[in-house]
């Protein structure tokens, strides 16, 4: 059973920056980070594939940047220009997925084998 660790959340005000850490037991090769506000669905924020390929949900692009140096721990989360709907409980996965392409769409879809617990985010105005 692989095991995800986030760190890195926290209470920043409007337009701040966080940045999450997410450390797995064991390395699979795709990766992404998710979010979820209490009574909404869990969505995916950031997908990388060992490869390098990235792919970000519309409202997150071009404020946050997901890496991961050689495809070695830690996979980060770099968020900027942070606003008060980006308030969440942001979450780690990954899936054993060799193939890029399936990585980020089924990424996309949530469909990951393993989960962290998550890192809470909370954005002031």
């Known amino acids: 059973q692989v095991q995800l660790v986030e760190s890195g959340g926290g209470s920043v005000q409007a337009g701040g920056s966080l940045k999450l850490s997410c450390v797995a037991s064991?390395?699979?090769?795709?990766m992404g980070w998710f979010r979820q506000v209490p009574g909404e669905e869990r969505a995916w924020v950031a997908l990388i594939h060992f490869s390098g390929r990235t792919l970000y949900a519309d409202s997150v692009k071009s404020r946050f940047s997901i890496s991961w140096d050689n495809a070695k721990n830690p996979v980060y989360l770099q968020m900027n220009s942070l606003k008060p709907e980006d308030t969440a409980m942001y979450y780690c996965?990954?899936?054993?997925?060799?193939?890029?392409?399936?990585?980020?769409?089924?990424?996309?879809?949530?469909?990951?084998?393993?989960w962290g617990k998550g890192t809470l985010v909370t954005i002031s105005s």
């Open positions: 996965a990954s899936a054993a997925i060799s193939s890029s392409y399936d990585c980020l769409t089924r990424g996309a879809l949530s469909d990951m084998a393993y």
């Open positions: 064991e390395s699979r090769q795709c």
